[in-house]
């Protein structure tokens, strides 16, 4: 079944086009990357497939989970409905900062309750139970009671991810959700992504500026240049020179052969001295 279906979506900013005519099928399941330079319009789709940014009038269809969430420049009437179904996960992890991490991640409840409940933060044992079990599966079990404020940036996304698990949602779109970490916990959220995209089989899409991240947990990836698709195809297909010809000196950003550690090579017995060939 298709996820995400996107047709002849085209939207600009004053003389800016930021998306170009994008046709994409995301199947259920998938994990896909977006990946392009600054600039060449990944936040942009990520906000048109949830319905917070409107296409420009004409033939285009954003459509979630077979349902149409934006069509010919109008927001579906149940484009709130549609939201329930569509977790996001921004760069900047928009927890609020007072609350405990626990009530951030209750707050994934906001869609299905009553409003008076979500207002007084009146959430049912089962509710506070199913919020405990999101924050161990994302691995911060122990910071449930800490103000969301006091969290490093690492943990913050993951409360961020807990707080879309608790909504249910079939479809994650993370937008650029590693952009503020270091390395090693950029790698594990990239982790967490994937294994929720692989145990609980919901669909993910999710930006990135280094290839390297696609290439080890998308096994799909869209590459965007000025709003458009350039590339669409298996990760491992996306070489660096490939990018290269698709990005120029741009690419540079989307290649950072540092970033992520190579596999151990195997320690080899004790071998005579060798002369260098450059030597
Ligand atoms: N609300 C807006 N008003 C004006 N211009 C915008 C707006 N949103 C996006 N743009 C422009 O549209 C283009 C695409 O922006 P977008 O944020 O989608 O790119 P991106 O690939 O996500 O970039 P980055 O990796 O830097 O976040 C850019 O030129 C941007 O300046």
Not at 40 to 47: A, E, P
Not at 145 to 174: E, H
Not at 188 to 213: D, F, G, K, P
């Amino acid at each position: 079944m298709t996820a995400i279906s996107i047709r002849n979506l085209s939207k600009s900013f004053g003389k800016k086009r930021a998306l170009d005519n994008v046709s994409l099928d995301i199947q259920r399941g998938e994990m896909v990357a977006l990946i392009g330079a600054s600039g060449s319009g990944k936040s942009t789709l990520i906000r048109h497939i949830c319905g917070l940014e409107i296409g420009q009038a004409g033939q285009s269809t954003v459509e979630v989970l077979g349902s149409s969430i934006q069509h010919g420049g109008r927001l579906a009437t149940k484009a709130r409905d549609m939201r329930r179904n569509i977790g996001v996960v921004f760069q900047q992890f928009n927890l609020v900062g007072r609350l405990s991490v626990l009530s951030n991640v209750l707050l994934g409840n906001l869609g299905r309750i009553p409003v008076w409940r979500g207002t007084l933060g009146w959430f049912t044992a089962e509710e506070k139970k199913a919020a405990r079990a999101a924050l161990a599966r994302v691995g911060i079990p122990e910071v449930a009671w800490q103000r969301a404020s006091t969290l490093s940036g690492g943990q913050q996304q993951r409360a961020a991810i807990a707080r879309t698990l608790v909504q249910r949602s079939n479809i994650l779109l993370a937008d650029e959700p590693i952009a503020s970490l270091d390395p090693s916990s950029a790698r594990r959220i990239m982790e967490i992504l994937a294994a929720v995209n692989r145990e609980e089989n919901i669909t993910c899409v999710v930006s990135l500026h280094q290839v390297e991240y696609a290439r080890r947990y998308c096994p799909r990836t869209v590459a965007l240049r000025d709003g458009r698709i350039v590339f669409d195809g298996p990760s491992s297909e996306l070489t660096n020179p490939m990018l290269v010809e698709l990005y120029g000196a741009n690419s540079e950003e989307l290649i950072l052969p540092e970033a992520l550690p190579q596999p151990a090579k195997p320690k080899r017995v004790a071998e005579p001295e060798r002369v260098p060939a450059f030597a």
